[in-house]
């Protein structure tokens, strides 16, 4: 992959026009479109198309399922024929959910399992009920889901830039980490509501491979030469890990 294909960029926008309007700006630039949430229920599933048609990108179906196995694996087949390139569910609790999803796409849209969002932190997880030794070093618990999730055939996993690397020993090559969390250097590594986050080039040179990056290209006065930037971070990333 180019520097830029590793860039996922959210069309985290109110409006079907100002996401269509930064997948047209950016097409060529990254090289996913994620579509989360709000856009799709704004939207519907018509939306794919239009962002496909709008920008020369694969498409990012961040919708997080988390419900019982059948109803996960009959959404996903619905998801399967939308022609999208991953498509994110929650790890959760279950190996059966995991198992069904990737039942239900058929090979044709990769499964990613959210492990621990990044904008948990261990208090997070102390006060959600989990065993003191996740909400101590909330790696172990990252680790354990993501090796779930690759034992049940997942594509890869979305998490921080700081368990990437362990993941990949744990799972392998071919078994993707997706980082979200990322803040450019230029950015002045700004966290907002993340809160374990990483340059792109100390990401991918701790072994992340999708870097899913944002406010700092939407919100900068010239998009596209922000994306540049990232992508050149990207490829600083890419030698020191070589």
Request: with cysteine; proline share 5%.
């Amino acid at each position: 992959m180019n520097p830029q294909d590793r860039i996922i960029f959210p069309l985290d926008l109110p409006t079907e026009k100002e996401a269509l309007d930064y997948a047209a700006l950016l097409s060529g630039n990254v090289g996913l479109f994620k579509i989360g949430l709000e856009l799709f229920l704004e939207c519907g599933p018509s939306i794919v198309e239009k962002v496909r048609r709008a920008g020369a990108a694969d498409i990012f179906l961040d919708l997080k399922l988390h419900d019982i196995p059948v109803t996960v694996e009959r959404a996903v087949s619905r998801v399967a024929d939308l022609g999208v390139r991953f498509l994110t569910v929650h790890c959760g609790e279950s190996e059966a959910m995991l198992k069904a999803a990737v039942a239900g796409s058929e090979g044709k849209v990769g499964i990613l399992g959210v492990t621990v969002l990044t904008s948990v932190g261990g208090d997070d997880i102390r006060k959600a009920g989990f065993l003191p030794q996740y909400a101590e070093d909330l790696k172990q618990l990252v680790i354990k889901r993501a090796v779930m999730a690759n034992t049940c055939g997942c594509a890869g996993v979305v998490c921080s830039g700081h368990e990437a690397s362990v993941i990949r020993e744990a799972a392998g090559e071919g078994f993707f980490t997706v980082t979200p969390g990322i803040r450019p250097a230029w950015d002045g590594m700004k966290c907002d509501d993340q809160k374990r986050v990483m340059t792109p080039a100390e990401a991918i040179a701790g072994g992340s491979d999708y870097l899913v990056i944002g406010r700092p290209i939407r919100d900068a006065k010239d998009p596209v030469a922000a994306a540049a930037q990232v992508a050149e971070e990207i490829r600083e990333g890419l030698a020191a890990r070589a």
